[in-house]
């Protein structure tokens, strides 16, 4: 049944318009994962304007593999340049920087994006063969469900996402907040506009991730004094072809990669973690840990197997379930919406040519994207070399039509240059911003999915818990989210206890 | 740090009292359609009061020597934004007056930022200040058909 559906899915993927788009989309993504200040997510609400006109199809081809080219993009400056352009490719410097400058490369980077590939293809057949599973069983939730799943999907970013869990959840509120304001389409009021008219229209979360991610992003790397100073690509037919024959070594490292990246993947904010486990696991496993984090071949292939395998995962809940598990997937989310789809397991019902195209073309769209960075790995590199007090304004009036192509309104790009110090100060201080994109994508579906599940109870939250599955997603979410934010709320009034004393010598 | 941490979660929990405020307005109760207006926003703000000032006792009793940014560091992000703020004022001033346009405001901001920042000499920042706009009008106007604000100079050539 899955297989005759592929193949529909790849006579719609396959089509030379269709190939065509992909290619642009690498080409793309894969400049925009090397530019500083833009990231997969950015750079794909950026270009979202202009798939307003095109077939739904061709939209989501273009914007995935904008998606695989900006995960390429992200390796090309961890190993030549030790600058990781998304936080899952940190790993990724560890051992890819030491061998760009051992004059090696050709062979981190060759390894790189075959791991890459591999951890995606893994998680592709994956996707063929689960999404319609999991779509099936999703037919049959209601509000509740849904509403259950919302929780346990924000849960997840603070009690698994790591750093402080308080403002992991002070900025899903806060996502959730600005997603409420304008007007209120159940009861037809003004929320939280205050009399100006501009904020009627709500904010956009596409500008919001813009400012969010690219301006906030420049300002960072300015302070941190950034400078491309890197290793100049060696690549040849000769050393891919020399260091594939190396690879089927680290046959369990791949294994072990993409098994890591797809478990963590579907959940929302996984690729960073799978990322730094897989390579813990490879050091761990391996005869020479020492070797680690001095240009070990192997620790390369780790985190990108996994870092890839976990990017391409976050596709499946968001076609099955309506979820987006990162903030690009949000953002394609958005497009779908805006397409005039509707996210969610009656995709796979309604438009089964869309959504198996979109699968098939995650096939097509990773081998273009592989054999495309492999051949132009120079030229990708000679874009860094553009001096920055050119590339920062450009990437910034980028940046600017992005914000007001969405809905041709000036009011955005002052949105985000706020979003822009909003972002900075908040890295700053360590608040995640990818759970508030979350949450303002997701604000207005969590609202109605809670105002169901509570009219069909008559108020009572009891329902919830009542019903088998979403009781046990519930349970699930509230352990996830209790354990953490109780843990650092002891952690804050202990350390209060101690200072008590402390204070009287002062 | 410390001072940002403490400003950033007492703003927080302003932000959540304007947000309360405005939910007792609409209401918070069940009305006709089920959870009233205010139901939702009320009880997020509600939340984030309270974690914000979590968040503030625990700033208030971390110790943290750094400071959020060094004077020197900062220096650079200022000059990152300030053009930027200008470019935005440019495309699009408050008040009643008529922007420049996107076009005209990024070639000028370009051209700024790379003499002011990048000590660029004129010889290369007129071609690219002049280039890069026209290319992008090209990109966006023409091919994808994406219209972007215009301002005097765009009306002149007949825009």
Same mark, same amino acid.
């Given at each position: 049944?899955?297989?005759?559906?592929?193949?529909?899915?790849?006579?719609?993927?396959?089509?030379?318009?269709?190939?065509?788009?992909?290619?642009?989309?690498?080409?793309?993504?894969?400049?925009?994962?090397?530019?500083?200040?833009?990231?997969?997510?950015?750079?794909?609400?950026?270009?979202?304007?202009?798939?307003?006109?095109?077939?739904?199809?061709?939209?989501?081809?273009?914007?995935?593999?904008?998606?695989?080219?900006?995960?390429?993009?992200?390796?090309?400056?961890?190993?030549?340049?030790?600058?990781?352009?998304?936080?899952?490719?940190?790993?990724?410097?560890?051992?890819?920087?030491?061998?760009?400058?051992?004059?090696?490369?050709?062979?981190?980077?060759?390894?790189?994006?075959?791991?890459?590939?591999?951890?995606?293809?893994?998680?592709?057949?994956?996707?063929?063969?689960?999404?319609?599973?999991?779509?099936?069983?999703?037919?049959?939730?209601?509000?509740?469900?849904?509403?259950?799943?919302?929780?346990?999907?924000?849960?997840?970013?603070?009690?698994?996402?790591?750093?402080?869990?308080?403002?992991?959840?002070?900025?899903?509120?806060?996502?959730?907040?600005?997603?409420?304001?304008?007007?209120?389409?159940?009861?037809?009021q003004l929320r939280l506009t205050f009399g100006f008219t501009d904020l009627m229209k709500g904010f956009d979360f596409i500008v919001a991730v813009i400012g969010l991610f690219g301006i906030g992003e420049i300002l960072l790397s300015v302070e941190e004094g950034l400078r491309f100073q890197g290793a100049r690509p060696k690549m040849n037919l000769r050393v891919v072809l020399d260091t594939w024959k190396v690879l089927p070594k680290y046959i369990r490292t791949f294994v072990r990669g993409s098994v890591i990246g797809f478990w963590m993947g579907f959940k929302p904010g996984g690729a960073t973690p799978a990322s730094f486990m897989s390579y813990a696991f490879a050091k761990r496993f391996s005869k020479h840990p020492e070797r680690f984090g001095k240009g070990e071949l192997e620790g390369i292939v780790a985190p990108e197997t996994a870092a890839h395998a976990a990017g391409v995962a976050a596709i499946l809940p968001m076609i099955t379930l309506g979820i987006p598990g990162s903030p690009t997937a949000a953002v394609m989310l958005g497009g779908l919406i805006i397409w005039?789809?509707?996210?969610?397991?009656?995709?796979?019902?309604?438009?089964?040519?869309?959504?198996?195209?979109?699968?098939?073309?995650?096939?097509?769209?990773?081998?273009?994207?592989? &054999?495309?960075? /492999?051949?132009?790995? *120079?030229?990708?590199? %000679?874009? $860094? +070399?553009?001096?920055? =007090?050119?590339? #920062?304004? !450009?990437?910034?009036?980028?940046?600017?039509?992005?914000?007001?192509?969405?809905?041709?309104?000036?009011?955005?790009?002052?949105?985000?240059?706020?979003?822009?110090?909003?972002?900075?100060?908040?890295?700053?201080?360590?608040?995640?911003?990818?759970?508030?994109?979350?949450?303002?994508?997701?604000?207005?579906?969590?609202?109605?999915?809670?105002?169901?599940?509570?009219?069909?109870?008559?108020?009572?939250?009891?329902?919830?818990?009542?019903?088998?599955?979403?009781?046990?997603?519930?349970?699930? &979410?509230?352990? /996830?989210?209790?354990? *953490?934010?109780?843990? %650092?709320? $002891? +952690?804050?009034?202990? =350390?209060?206890? #101690?200072? !008590?004393?402390?204070?009287?010598?002062? | 740090?410390?001072?940002?941490?403490?400003?950033?979660?007492?703003?927080?929990?302003?932000?959540?009292?304007?947000?309360?405020?405005?939910?007792?307005?609409?209401?918070?109760?069940?009305?006709?359609?089920?959870?009233?207006?205010?139901?939702?926003?009320?009880?997020?703000?509600?939340?984030?009061?309270?974690?914000?000032?979590?968040?503030?006792?625990?700033?208030?009793?971390?110790?943290?020597?750094?400071?959020?940014?060094?004077?020197?560091?900062?220096?650079?992000?200022?000059?990152?934004?300030?053009?930027?703020?200008?470019?935005?004022?440019?495309?699009?001033?408050?008040?009643?007056?008529?922007?420049?346009?996107?076009?005209?405001?990024?070639?000028?901001?370009?051209?700024?930022?790379?003499?002011?920042?990048?000590?660029?000499?004129?010889?290369?920042?007129?071609?690219?200040?002049?280039?890069?706009?026209?290319?992008?009008?090209?990109?966006?106007?023409?091919?994808?058909?994406?219209?972007?604000?215009?301002?005097?100079?765009?009306?002149?050539?007949?825009?």
């Amino acid at each position: 049944m899955g297989f005759e559906n592929l193949l529909l899915g790849f006579e719609v993927a396959i089509t030379p318009a269709n190939i065509a788009i992909a290619a642009v989309g690498i080409l793309l993504g894969t400049i925009i994962g090397v530019l500083p200040g833009l990231g997969g997510a950015n750079g794909v609400a950026i270009l979202l304007p202009i798939t307003f006109t095109m077939p739904p199809t061709s939209a989501i081809i273009l914007l995935t593999c904008i998606y695989w080219g900006a995960l390429f993009g992200g390796a090309i400056t961890s190993v030549l340049f030790n600058i990781p352009g998304e936080p899952w490719s940190v790993a990724t410097t560890f051992d890819g920087y030491p061998m760009a400058k051992e004059g090696q490369s050709g062979q981190a980077l060759t390894a790189a994006f075959t791991s890459s590939f591999i951890g995606a293809l893994f998680s592709i057949v994956l996707i063929t063969f689960f999404a319609p599973l999991l779509a099936e069983v999703a037919l049959r939730f209601g509000p509740p469900e849904f509403f259950a799943i919302q929780l346990l999907t924000f849960a997840s970013f603070v009690g698994l996402g790591g750093g402080n869990p308080l403002k992991s959840f002070a900025t899903i509120l806060i996502g959730f907040i600005l997603s409420t304001v304008g007007l209120d389409i159940v009861t037809g009021q003004l929320r939280l506009t205050f009399g100006f008219t501009d904020l009627m229209k709500g904010f956009d979360f596409i500008v919001a991730v813009i400012g969010l991610f690219g301006i906030g992003e420049i300002l960072l790397s300015v302070e941190e004094g950034l400078r491309f100073q890197g290793a100049r690509p060696k690549m040849n037919l000769r050393v891919v072809l020399d260091t594939w024959k190396v690879l089927p070594k680290y046959i369990r490292t791949f294994v072990r990669g993409s098994v890591i990246g797809f478990w963590m993947g579907f959940k929302p904010g996984g690729a960073t973690p799978a990322s730094f486990m897989s390579y813990a696991f490879a050091k761990r496993f391996s005869k020479h840990p020492e070797r680690f984090g001095k240009g070990e071949l192997e620790g390369i292939v780790a985190p990108e197997t996994a870092a890839h395998a976990a990017g391409v995962a976050a596709i499946l809940p968001m076609i099955t379930l309506g979820i987006p598990g990162s903030p690009t997937a949000a953002v394609m989310l958005g497009g779908l919406i805006i397409w005039g789809l509707q996210p969610g397991p009656m995709l796979f019902v309604d438009n089964p040519e869309f959504v198996w195209g979109l699968i098939a073309s995650m096939y097509t769209g990773n081998v273009i994207g592989v &054999a495309m960075v /492999l051949a132009f790995v *120079p030229f990708f590199a %000679a874009i $860094l +070399r553009i001096p920055f =007090a050119i590339l #920062a304004p !450009l990437i910034i009036v980028v940046c600017a039509i992005g914000s007001y192509a969405v809905h041709n309104s000036m009011i955005d790009i002052w949105y985000m240059l706020i979003f822009g110090i909003v972002g900075y100060v908040f890295k700053k201080l360590d608040y995640p911003l990818a759970p508030l994109v979350l949450a303002l994508v997701l604000g207005d579906m969590a609202e109605s999915a809670l105002r169901q599940s509570l009219i069909m109870s008559q108020g009572s939250l009891m329902i919830f818990f009542t019903r088998p599955i979403a009781g046990a997603i519930t349970v699930l &979410a509230l352990l /996830l989210f209790v354990a *953490p934010m109780i843990q %650092a709320s $002891l +952690r804050a009034l202990r =350390a209060a206890h #101690a200072r !008590l004393p402390a204070a009287t010598h002062d | 740090m410390r001072a940002a941490d403490l400003v950033t979660a007492a703003l927080l929990i302003l932000l959540g009292g304007v947000v309360i405020y405005d939910a007792l307005r609409l209401g918070i109760g069940w009305g006709a359609a089920g959870p009233m207006s205010g139901f939702f926003p009320f009880w997020l703000a509600a939340l984030l009061v309270a974690t914000a000032a979590l968040i503030f006792l625990q700033a208030y009793l971390g110790r943290t020597a750094a400071s959020f940014v060094e004077r020197k560091r900062f220096v650079p992000v200022l000059k990152v934004l300030l053009p930027l703020a200008g470019f935005v004022a440019l495309t699009d001033p408050p008040g009643p007056w008529n922007g420049l346009g996107l076009y005209v405001a990024g070639g000028l901001y370009l051209g700024f930022y790379m003499r002011w920042v990048g000590g660029h000499g004129w010889r290369s920042i007129v071609p690219i200040a002049l280039a890069v706009p026209v290319l992008m009008f090209i990109v966006f106007e023409t091919w994808f058909l994406v219209p972007m604000p215009k301002g005097p100079v765009e009306g002149w050539l007949g825009y």
